[in-house]
């Protein structure tokens, strides 16, 4: 289908009769009050520690592009709400053949994209094919890789076609943004279908979001958004303080919190989190190729205290990847329990009676310098030396997620039901249990819910015991708003932060 382009998504037919409809509207908007007349119009300053390091998804982002683009600016066939429920989204509706290959979707009608090309199938496929590329860096792209085949026999329709039965493809289509067949440049401008599209963004410090138009859904509830950017917690604390922004999107430390809590002009909500802060070990090298010694780091560190020192009353403790909001969730904190002696046990058994050197990557953001130092000090006690190397996000993403090439290094992930990524061996820190790989790669062939999530509970009880990772705590997600601010997602499934909703009432 032949594309046109559109004048501020309008034909020049259309001019003439959309601006008496403009007209019409605006004398209706006259009798709005002023207080909802406000409301519609204000203008929503947010505050982030997660600048995106460019603006697609596919190409190395960051948690920031996800926070301020998902749902915001870019949607997707499905939608994972704040409550971790799939949704249809771009989908219509869809069916699924008797044997679980095919997938056949119906799109919204009427959908545009920002530039005011329609959205066709043609996009869908094309969105769904730069996600599973070769050059692409997503994260989700080998839980696509079942795809064998896409059709689009019209406009409206897409079928899919899986080589094996994946019961988690509406949930892992999510992921998958919806772009225009026809965009370019993508990393530094957009064209999605969301209720926003991209104002200014002043890298190093703001990214705004305008009002779309001809948005096909519901109108956002203000009149634009802005993601205003901050490298240091404190900074981030004194602008809502000030007033210079009116809500933060997660607050990074509880000693922030004394600040808000008994103050009637803010309101804090402590959600949901799917934010594990992991120290992640490279299996493929010395020594960390050795369960043993994985086991007895494992040991060395009191993640109570840690958490405690971190957080305070905030955070939960973890035995595992796996947070309570997955369904296959157990409690696993008592597989490798704090216990010095046995750590130091297991290090001669190892080979390591004297103990070792290794390099922790640490990036340069809170809280991970915090906690390299907690760990470099309880390490010491069981004759284990830390040497911290601080390194940027960027290093971080090219050195060692992109490169592998690390020892050990801490990281924050963020997603939502990631045990899939042990399942991969090629991921950056080169877990390889192919008891693992064949259950994860099993569940997501199940013909039901219930025997998905038995496989993956036993993936997760096998990849604890392997200490594939070092799980220190999982975060609180602890959203702090001015008093009059409401209708902001409280839960940090993903790290998205939908703003549609979002309410700034007048004081």
Same mark, same amino acid.
Request: glycine share 6%; no cysteine; aromatic share 10%.
């Given at each position: 289908m032949?594309?046109?382009?559109l004048?501020?998504?309008l034909?020049?037919?259309?001019?003439g009769?959309?601006a008496?409809?403009?007209s019409?509207?605006?004398v209706a908007?006259? *009798?709005v009050s002023?207080?909802?007349?406000?409301? *519609? /119009?204000?203008?929503i300053?947010i505050?982030?520690?997660?600048?995106?390091?460019?603006?697609d998804?596919?190409? %190395?982002?960051?948690?920031?592009i996800?926070?301020?683009?998902n749902?915001?600016?870019y949607?997707?066939l499905? /939608?994972?709400?704040?409550?971790?429920?799939?949704?249809?989204?771009l989908?219509?509706?869809?069916?699924?053949s008797? @044997?679980?290959?095919?997938?056949t979707?119906?799109?919204?009608p009427? #959908?545009t994209?920002?530039?005011?090309d329609p959205?066709?199938a043609?996009?869908?496929?094309?969105s769904?094919?730069?996600?599973?590329?070769? /050059?692409?860096?997503s994260?989700r792209k080998?839980s696509?890789?079942t795809?064998t085949?896409?059709?689009?026999?019209?406009?409206?329709?897409?079928?899919?076609?899986l080589s094996?039965?994946?019961?988690?493809l509406?949930?892992?289509l999510?992921?998958v943004?919806?772009?225009?067949?026809?965009?370019?440049?993508?990393?530094?401008a957009?064209?999605g279908t %969301?209720?926003?599209?991209?104002g200014?963004?002043?890298?190093? &410090?703001?990214?705004?979001? @305008?009002?779309?138009?001809?948005?096909?859904?519901a109108?956002?509830?203000? %009149?634009? #958004?802005?993601f205003?950017?901050?490298?240091?917690?404190?900074?981030?604390?004194?602008a809502?303080?000030?007033?210079?922004?009116?809500i933060?999107?997660?607050?990074?430390?509880p000693?922030?919190? &004394?600040?808000?809590?008994?103050?009637?002009?803010?309101?804090?909500?402590?959600?949901?989190?799917?934010t594990?802060?992991v120290?992640?070990?490279?299996?493929?090298?010395?020594?960390?190729?050795?369960?043993?010694?994985?086991?007895?780091i494992a040991?060395?560190v009191?993640?109570?205290?840690l958490?405690?020192?971190?957080?305070?009353d905030y955070?939960?403790l973890i035995?595992?990847?796996?947070?309570?909001?997955d369904?296959?969730?157990?409690?696993?904190?008592?597989?490798?329990?704090?216990?010095?002696?046995?750590?130091?046990?297991?290090l001669?058994?190892?080979?390591?009676?004297?103990?070792?050197?290794?390099t922790?990557?640490?990036?340069?953001?809170?809280?991970?310098?915090?906690v390299a130092?907690?760990?470099?000090?309880?390490?010491a006690k069981?004759?284990?030396?830390?040497?911290?190397?601080?390194i940027?996000?960027?290093e971080w993403?090219?050195?060692v997620?992109?490169?592998?090439?690390f020892?050990?290094?801490l990281?924050?992930?963020?997603?939502?039901? @990631?045990?899939?990524?042990?399942g991969?061996?090629?991921?950056y820190?080169?877990?390889?249990?192919p008891?693992?790989?064949n259950?994860?790669?099993?569940?997501?062939? *199940?013909a039901t819910?219930?025997d998905?999530?038995?496989?993956? /509970?036993?993936?997760?009880?096998?990849i604890?015991?392997?200490?594939? &990772?070092?799980?220190l705590?999982?975060?609180?997600q602890?959203?702090?708003?001015?008093?009059?601010?409401?209708g902001?997602?409280?839960?940090?499934?993903?790290?998205?932060?939908y *703003?549609?909703?979002?309410v700034?009432a007048?004081?």
């Amino acid at each position: 289908m032949t594309k046109f382009n559109l004048i501020g998504g309008l034909t020049r037919r259309q001019f003439g009769t959309r601006a008496l409809v403009a007209s019409a509207a605006m004398v209706a908007m006259l *009798a709005v009050s002023p207080a909802v007349l406000a409301q *519609a /119009t204000a203008v929503i300053e947010i505050g982030s520690l997660y600048e995106p390091q460019n603006l697609d998804n596919t190409a %190395g982002a960051g948690q920031g592009i996800n926070e301020a683009f998902n749902g915001n600016v870019y949607e997707a066939l499905f /939608t994972l709400t704040d409550k971790g429920t799939v949704e249809k989204g771009l989908a219509a509706d869809y069916t699924v053949s008797d @044997d679980g290959l095919v997938y056949t979707f119906k799109l919204q009608p009427g #959908v545009t994209f920002h530039s005011g090309d329609p959205l066709t199938a043609a996009d869908v496929k094309y969105s769904i094919e730069r996600v599973t590329a070769e /050059t692409s860096k997503s994260s989700r792209k080998k839980s696509l890789s079942t795809i064998t085949k896409i059709e689009t026999p019209d406009d409206q329709t897409v079928v899919i076609t899986l080589s094996e039965r994946s019961i988690s493809l509406p949930y892992n289509l999510s992921y998958v943004w919806i772009v225009n067949d026809a965009a370019k440049s993508l990393t530094d401008a957009e064209d999605g279908t %969301g209720p926003y599209k991209l104002g200014e963004w002043r890298r190093g &410090s703001s990214l705004a979001l @305008d009002l779309a138009p001809k948005y096909w859904g519901a109108a956002p509830t203000n %009149g634009s #958004v802005v993601f205003n950017y901050f490298t240091d917690a404190t900074a981030l604390n004194n602008a809502l303080l000030t007033g210079a922004v009116d809500i933060i999107t997660s607050v990074q430390s509880p000693d922030a919190l &004394s600040q808000f809590k008994d103050n009637a002009g803010f309101t804090v909500t402590n959600g949901q989190s799917t934010t594990k802060e992991v120290l992640a070990f490279n299996d493929r090298v010395a020594p960390f190729d050795n369960l043993k010694v994985r086991k007895a780091i494992a040991r060395s560190v009191d993640k109570k205290k840690l958490l405690q020192s971190i957080w305070g009353d905030y955070g939960t403790l973890i035995g595992s990847f796996v947070p309570p909001t997955d369904p296959w969730y157990v409690d696993l904190t008592s597989v490798d329990p704090y216990d010095p002696e046995s750590a130091k046990a297991l290090l001669a058994e190892a080979g390591f009676a004297n103990g070792f050197t290794f390099t922790l990557d640490t990036p340069d953001y809170d809280p991970h310098p915090v906690v390299a130092e907690f760990l470099k000090s309880e390490l010491a006690k069981v004759g284990v030396t830390v040497d911290i190397k601080i390194i940027t996000a960027n290093e971080w993403y090219t050195k060692v997620y992109q490169a592998k090439d690390f020892q050990a290094t801490l990281q924050e992930h963020v997603n939502h039901r @990631d045990i899939v990524f042990y399942g991969n061996p090629d991921f950056y820190w080169g877990y390889n249990n192919p008891q693992v790989v064949n259950l994860i790669k099993q569940s997501e062939s *199940a013909a039901t819910i219930d025997d998905q999530n038995a496989k993956l /509970t036993e993936a997760n009880k096998l990849i604890a015991e392997d200490a594939a &990772s070092g799980w220190l705590y999982l975060y609180p997600q602890i959203v702090v708003s001015a008093s009059n601010v409401s209708g902001y997602p409280v839960n940090g499934l993903n790290s998205q932060f939908y *703003a549609a909703n979002i309410v700034k009432a007048a004081k």
